[in-house]
C-alpha cells in the first residue's frame, strides 16, 4: 500500500503527520508527506525517515510576515495554494492507494481535485471538533468574517460558514478546478471535508458530540513518542532547582513580545517559580540575565512537559495534546482560531485554566496560575493523562489500510472509530 499524507500547517499540523507515517510503515506501507517548505519540518520527517515533498510557501515566512503580502491578497494565495498542492500531489502520489489531507481548505482542495482526477481514495482530517459542522458548537470565525452576535443558532452559522467559505475560497478552487476538467463547485467546504471526515483528537480531550449530521470517524490523537534527549543545558537548568513555568506560543507571532515574555516572568516570579521560555515564532527572549530564567529553542515537548510545574500556551491542539498527554497543568492563552475552543476544554476538564482573551497582564496571569499551580490541579492532569489514548494514529494506520482491503490488525480494545 502506498499513502500520501498532505498538510499546509503550522508545526501542529504536520506534526501528527509522523506518528500516522510511522504507523503506517510499521504495517508495510509505503509513505510520502506533502507539506511546507519549512527547514524544522523536513528535519522532524527526516528523523523518522519520511520522504517530504515540499509545496507552497515557507508557512513561517507567512505568518512572522517575512513574506510580504501579495497583491491579490487571501484569493491569489488561495490560487497559489490549490495550484501547488495539485500539481506537487499528483507527482508524489503516482500509484497511491490513499491520500489523506488536512490544513487550509485551498490547500485541502488542491489534494482533493488529485483524488477525484487519479480515482484515488481521499480522507479529511481534523485536529479539533470545532472545525467540522455540528449542532453542538458554533463555527471559527473566519478571517475578516465575524459571527453576527444577533445569531445563536449553531446550523444556521454553520450554512453561514459554508457561504463565507465560498465566498474566499470559491473563485480561486473553481478556476483552477476548470483548468484541470473538473466541474465547479457550490459548497467548496463541504466538498473537501465529506461527509465523513476523520477527527484525530484524544476522545477525552477533546470529543465528538453526538448526534449531528457528519459521520465523523474520531481514531484518537496521532501522537509519536518523541525519543530525543533533552539538550545537556536545559537539563542542567531543570536540575538546579525546583521544576520551572514553561511559557511558549508555538507557531503564533504574539503582537508584542517584549510584553509578553515580561507579563509571564514577572506573573510567574510572583508565584515563587522558575522560568522556562520558549522563542517560538514570536522570538520571546528573556528580560534580564537572572538565573531563575532560562531560554530554549526547539526541544523535545513531550520529555520537557513531565519536568516542568505546568505549562503556559496558546491552546494550538498540538501542544494541549502534548501537555495534557504529560499530565502537566496548562495555562492556556488563546490568541484565535480552535483556541479558544482548548482554552476551555483545560478548564472543563479540571487540568488548568483558561486565561480570559489574548492578552494578559502580570495580574491576570498570576491568577491563572494561582489555579494552574494547585495540588488539585496537578493531580486531576495527572489523572486525565492516564486516561489519554496513545494508540491514535494506529486506529488511523488500520483503517487506512483496511480501506483499500488490506489484512487488518485487530482494533484496540475500547475504542470504536465510529
Same mark, same amino acid.
Given at each position: ?17 509522523? /506518528? ?22 523536513? %528535519? ?50 503516482? /500509484? ?14 488542491? !489534494? %482533493?481535485? !488529485?483524488?477525484? %482526477?487519479? /480515482?484515488? @481514495?481521499? !480522507?479529511?482530517?481534523?485536529?479539533? #471538533? ?15 468574517? #465575524? ?12 450554512? @453561514? ?6 465566498? !474566499? ?45 457528519? &459521520? ?8 509519536? #513518542? ?13 536540575? =538546579? ?43 520571546? =527572549? ?20 513531565? @519536568? ?67 495540588? &488539585? ?24 489500510? &483496511? ?14 472509530? @465510529?
Amino acid at each position: 500500500m502506498r499513502v500520501l499524507l498532505s498538510a499546509y500547517d503550522s508545526r501542529g499540523g504536520v506534526e501528527p503527520l509522523l /506518528g500516522l507515517a510511522v504507523r503506517l510503515r510499521e504495517l508495510g506501507a509505503e509513505v510520502r508527506v506533502c507539506a511546507p517548505p519549512d527547514e524544522e519540518f523536513a %528535519k522532524r520527517l527526516a528523523v523518522v525517515g519520511v520522504e517530504m515533498v515540499p509545496t507552497g510557501r515557507s508557512v513561517r515566512d507567512l505568518v512572522t510576515g517575512k513574506t510580504p503580502p501579495s497583491p491579490g491578497g487571501v484569493p491569489r494565495r488561495a490560487a497559489e495554494l490549490v495550484a501547488a498542492f495539485h500539481d506537487n500531489v499528483t507527482v508524489a502520489a503516482e /500509484g497511491c492507494d490513499v491520500l489523506v489531507a488536512t490544513g487550509l481548505v485551498p490547500a485541502v482542495a488542491g !489534494v %482533493k481535485s !488529485v483524488a477525484e %482526477k487519479l /480515482g484515488i @481514495r481521499y !480522507v479529511y482530517a481534523s485536529y479539533q #471538533p470545532v472545525s467540522l459542522p455540528s449542532p453542538h458548537h458554533p463555527p471559527m470565525p473566519r478571517p475578516g468574517r #465575524p459571527l453576527p452576535p444577533d445569531v445563536t443558532d449553531n446550523r444556521v452559522l454553520w450554512d @453561514r460558514d459554508a457561504q463565507d467559505a465560498q465566498a !474566499v475560497f470559491g473563485e480561486a478552487i473553481n478556476t483552477h478546478r476548470a483548468s484541470i476538467g473538473l466541474p465547479a463547485l457550490d459548497n467548496v467546504r463541504d466538498h473537501v471535508f465529506t461527509d465523513r471526515p476523520w477527527l484525530a483528537t484524544d476522545p477525552v480531550l477533546a470529543p465528538w458530540q453526538q448526534p449531528a449530521d457528519l &459521520d465523523v470517524v474520531q481514531t484518537g490523537a496521532w501522537v509519536l #513518542p518523541d525519543e530525543r534527549p533533552l539538550p545537556a543545558e536545559l537539563v542542567e537548568f531543570l536540575d =538546579a532547582g525546583t521544576p520551572p513555568v514553561y511559557v511558549g506560543f508555538g507557531s503564533i507571532p504574539v503582537r508584542d513580545p517584549e510584553d509578553v515574555a515580561r507579563v509571564a516572568i514577572e506573573a510567574i516570579r510572583a508565584q515563587g517559580r522558575r522560568v522556562l521560555l520558549s522563542r517560538g515564532w514570536a522570538d520571546l =527572549a528573556l528580560i534580564d540575565d537572572q538565573e531563575d530564567c532560562f531560554v530554549v529553542g526547539e526541544v523535545n515537548h513531550q520529555a520537557l512537559f513531565r @519536568r516542568v510545574a505546568a505549562v503556559v500556551h496558546h491552546g494550538g491542539a498540538g501542544t494541549t495534546t502534548t501537555a495534557t498527554w504529560a499530565g502537566a497543568p496548562q495555562v492556556v492563552v488563546p490568541q484565535g482560531a480552535d483556541q479558544p475552543y482548548f482554552a476551555g476544554r483545560v478548564a472543563d476538564l479540571g487540568i488548568g485554566a483558561a486565561h480570559d482573551g489574548p492578552t494578559s497582564t502580570t495580574e491576570s496571569l498570576a491568577a491563572a496560575l494561582g489555579t494552574a499551580l494547585t495540588p &488539585d490541579t496537578r493531580a486531576r492532569a495527572s489523572a486525565v493523562a492516564d486516561t489519554f489514548r496513545t494508540d491514535g494514529a494506529a486506529v488511523a494506520a488500520r483503517l487506512l489500510l &483496511d480501506a483499500v482491503g488490506g489484512a487488518l490488525p485487530a482494533m484496540p480494545e475500547g475504542l470504536d472509530p @465510529r
